[in-house]
């Protein structure tokens, strides 16, 4: 079977990748997050939990690995490993026949358990594609939030002008202090945005190898179950005999 190590190094090169673009653009990067430091960092906390989630998702194929590899070694052991979580469906249906290190399946016996471990494997990518929405949308919400105060913060500036004064140097003054509330919004509005959605296709990109892993994984073990397994129901077959 497909070896993750090889999806873990493409993770880790892309996220080293990642950081080095990060440290090069350091000063407007850090600018960006101080708009709005409580939000963004919001941002950047549900990233990296989604960071862990889709390392975990590739951790998790490692020990049912060496479930897999003991099992086909013909010999015994199996009781001092843990218990596999994929492969669980498939652990429960051999039973007694794993302490042989052989079995048999019938047709649907396999498929139900297939079945069962890719509705696993769907339930951990479920996780990560929430967060990833999850950027998303913190990103705009962040960019409605600054709007809105953008909108406040200049209906204020207009409505405490006083243009009846003669002193229009004092009247841009004003305006000037006045409009910098309004920037601020600005800043927090364009930051989370940036985070936002830079941290949804990092995660992104995370996911999809982390998939990848799975789904190779899957039609490893499709293929080894299938040509280990008897596909004949054995009743069907007793049934056609004369």
């Known amino acids: 079977m497909s070896n993750p190590k ?3 190094f493409w993770m880790t090169f892309f996220l080293a990748v990642v950081a080095i673009v990060g440290v090069l653009i350091h000063k407007p990067l850090i600018s960006a997050f101080m708009a709005n430091w409580v939000f963004n960092l919001l941002i950047v906390g549900v990233l990296l ?3 862990g989630l889709t390392y975990r998702q590739v951790f998790v194929l490692f020990p049912e690995l060496r479930w897999i590899s003991q099992f086909r070694t013909g010999h015994s052991g199996l009781s001092v490993l843990q218990e596999p979580r ?3 469906p498939l652990a429960r249906q051999l039973g007694e026949e794993s302490k042989r290190d052989r079995f048999k399946l019938s047709t649907l016996s396999l498929r139900t358990v297939l079945d069962g471990i890719h509705s696993r494997m769907d339930e951990q990518r479920e996780i990560t594609r929430y967060f990833i929405s999850l950027l998303v949308f913190l990103g705009l919400l962040g960019t ?3 709007l809105l105060g953008t909108i406040n913060a200049v209906g204020e500036v207009i409505t405490n ?3 009846g004064q003669g002193d229009f140097g004092k009247v841009f003054a004003d305006l000037q202090a006045g409009l910098l509330t309004p920037l601020q919004g600005m800043g927090t509005a364009f930051s989370s945005s940036l985070l936002g959605l830079g941290g949804s296709l990092i995660l992104g990109f995370l996911d999809i190898q982390a998939g990848h892993a799975q789904n190779r994984f899957y039609d490893g073990l499709e293929e080894w ?3 280990v397994t008897n596909l004949v ?3 069907n077959a007793d ?3 004369p």
């Open 6 to 8: 090889h999806t873990l």
């Open 144 to 146: 409605f939030w600054g």
């Open 233 to 235: 129901d054995p009743f």
């Open 239 to 241: 049934e056609n005999q």
């Open 225 to 227: 179950l299938t040509g």
């Open 161 to 163: 002008l006083d243009m």
């Open 49 to 51: 939990i989604g960071i």
């Open 86 to 88: 994929l492969l669980k």
